[in-house]
């Protein structure tokens, strides 16, 4: 019988090598919704959808 060895990886996302993908889309964002960096800008440090 074989043994699986699982290990902690301390990630916060599913899938890290999604990870470049990911900024690339919040770039795209940035640069087309203007809106969202005021929203950003005015309630980010208080972080209301983490």
């Known amino acids: 019988m074989s043994s699986v060895e699982t290990s902690y990886v301390p990630y ?3 899938d890290i ?3 470049e993908w990911g900024r690339k889309e919040i770039g795209l964002a940035e640069a087309e919704m203007p809106g969202l960096m005021s929203l950003r ?3 980010g440090p ?4 983490a």
């Open 17 to 19: 090598s999604l990870a």
């Open 46 to 49: 208080s972080k209301p959808l």
């Open 41 to 43: 800008k005015e309630f």
């Open 12 to 14: 916060k996302v599913k």
